[in-house]
T-cell receptor, first 117, second 113 residues
Framework: AQSVTQPDIHITVSEGASLELRCNYSYGATPYLFWYVQSPGQGLQLLLKYFSGDTLVQGIKGFEAEFKRSQSSFNLRKPSVHWSDAAEYFCAVGARAGGTSYGKLTFGQGTILTVHP | DAGITQSPRHKVTETGTPVTLRCHQTENHRYMYWYRQDPGHGLRLIHYSYGVKDTDKGEVSDGYSVSRSKTEDFLLTLESATSSQTSVYFC????????????FGPGTRLTVT
């Protein structure tokens, strides 16, 4: 069964500082990987996704993530954080075709990002 | 994103009463999902649908049922609501086999007293 771990429940950074949110996954093959962002009272918005190919993927709002197969990780990064980035971030893994897991996503517990001015 | 609406957006109900939440999408996406979100648990899949009248259970399906009579609508029913079902419920859609990303609705906050 697939699983996702986000080791950091809460991260605080200063505006303008760099950011890295950690995500580790467990899956028997090459997974589909996603990062979503959720602002308070809102639904989840897709930031970026990895399916195959280049292991560094670019997303919206200046975010990027790097897939590292050897470390089973898919960490989210941003070089300079803005106050509007304060939100909760979820990493998710999706199973490739086959079996009953087809298309279903498994989410991590989320990381809350606080941005200090 | 995928033109997903959920109704109601907020609901307070009493233990033992039936509750139905509605998800409506305008993108003709084949797959639809119901998740619940609870602090410390992220999002957990309740049920999903892979076509009209085709549904299957997720990891936390006990106490919930679903129906999908039209492509655009996916209903989640709590037959007899319990306090443990107090949560925020999200609907999501996925266009088809070639796409794996899911798009989420705004959520329904349900409180069972």
């Amino acid at each position: 069964a697939q699983s996702v771990t986000q080791p950091d429940i809460h991260i605080t950074v200063s505006e303008g500082a760099s950011l890295e949110l950690r995500c580790n996954y467990s899956y028997g093959a090459t997974p589909y990987l996603f990062w979503y962002v959720q602002s308070p009272g809102q639904g989840l918005q897709l930031l970026l996704k990895y399916f195959s190919g280049d292991t560094l993927v670019q997303g919206i709002k200046g975010f990027e993530a790097e897939f590292k197969r050897s470390q089973s990780s898919f960490n989210l990064r941003k070089p300079s954080v803005h106050w509007s980035d304060a939100a909760e971030y979820f990493c998710a893994v999706g199973a490739r075709a086959g079996g009953t897991s087809y298309g279903k996503l498994t989410f991590g517990q989320g990381t809350i990002l606080t941005v200090h001015p | 994103d995928a033109g997903i609406t959920q109704s109601p957006r907020h609901k307070v109900t009493e233990t033992g009463t039936p509750v139905t939440l509605r998800c409506h999408q305008t993108e003709n996406h084949r797959y639809m999902y119901w998740y619940r979100q609870d602090p410390g648990h992220g999002l957990r899949l309740i049920h999903y649908s892979y076509g009209v009248k085709d549904t299957d259970k997720g990891e936390v399906s006990d106490g919930y049922s679903v129906s999908r009579s039209k492509t655009e609508d996916f209903l989640l029913t709590l037959e007899s609501a319990t306090s443990s079902q107090t949560s925020v419920y999200f609907c999501a859609t996925r266009s088809g086999e070639a796409a794996y990303e899911q798009y989420f609705g705004p959520g329904t906050r349900l409180t069972v007293t």
